[in-house]
């Protein structure tokens, strides 16, 4: 198998309900490394509850997750640690520690997660930031940055712990859309240099550019997936096309 076709990530059956309400209906699909997959569908689709499920924030009612090979046992709670460890997650709302400077918000997983010592965490924490931009914001709070330089500090946090794989739950959503271009371009870098992702967004522009694939969300099920140039084609009837046209009647 070559290594762009190496399967990184696995998701088999994965269903949920909440409140006894159904909000995830048999999902499954397979991620190669390097690959950048793009979750899209209206509000309510499921997607934020599916990548809550793949990081097990939430866990699912069935189905299984495999991570390069393994699978991952849901009643193993050190398994479960250290399959965290390897998946990041990126949240629409940053969820960053406001009490701590860019740099000790970037630090601290590397500290309490991966033993580093304070000076080795600082230059992991230093180097990060600089990748995403932000060398020079390091000693600044949460409350002295834009909503674009928060979600490059998530996105650094993340990067700190050497992922496998990145879950990306609409980044840009909670950002002014002069603040969206940032963050995509950093996304963008990751997805040049090869960082495996999913990622659930409505920047259509950015999906058809750079996705590998995109899955069409509805009623919690995966209903169409496939390439950019195929699901987004002029004049195909899918149900994809006709989603992102909407969002472009309604000024998305």
């Not at 793949?54 to 699912?60: A, H, Q």
């Not at 860019?102 to 990060?128: C, D, F, P, T, W």
């Not at 980044?171 to 999913?198: F, K, Q, Y």
Request: proline share 4%.
């Amino acid at each position: 198998m070559s290594a762009e076709r190496e399967e990184v990530l696995r998701i088999e059956g994965i269903s949920k309900k909440l409140g006894g309400k159904p909000i995830l209906d048999n999902c499954s699909l397979t991620v190669h490394r390097g690959e950048l997959k793009v979750l899209i569908g209206p509000s309510g689709a499921g997607k934020s509850t599916l990548l809550q499920c793949i990081d097990c924030l939430i866990p699912p009612d069935c189905g299984e997750i495999w991570l390069e090979g393994q699978r991952l046992a849901m009643n193993d709670k050190r398994g479960l640690c250290a399959y965290r460890a390897q998946v990041g997650m990126i949240f629409q709302d940053f969820n960053l520690f406001d009490h701590l400077t860019a740099e000790e918000n970037v630090a601290i997983a590397l500290r309490k997660v991966r033993g580093m010592s304070r000076k080795e965490a600082k230059a992991r924490a230093l180097e990060e930031l600089g990748r995403v931009g932000l060398a020079r914001r390091a000693l600044l709070y949460p409350a002295q940055l834009s909503g674009g330089q928060k979600q490059r500090v998530a996105i650094a946090r993340t990067l700190a712990m050497d992922p496998r794989v990145i879950l990306l739950d609409e980044p840009t959503s909670a950002l002014d859309p002069e603040l969206v271009g940032e963050v995509l371009a950093v996304i963008r870098d990751l997805a040049r240099g090869g960082m495996t992702m999913i990622m659930a967004t409505h920047q259509m522009d950015f999906a058809r550019a750079l996705a590998s694939e995109i899955l069409f969300m509805e009623r919690g099920r995966i209903i169409e997936q496939g390439v950019p140039d195929v699901l987004l084609a002029e004049g195909s009837a899918t149900r994809t096309r006709d989603f992102c046209a909407h969002l472009l009647e309604m000024g998305a």
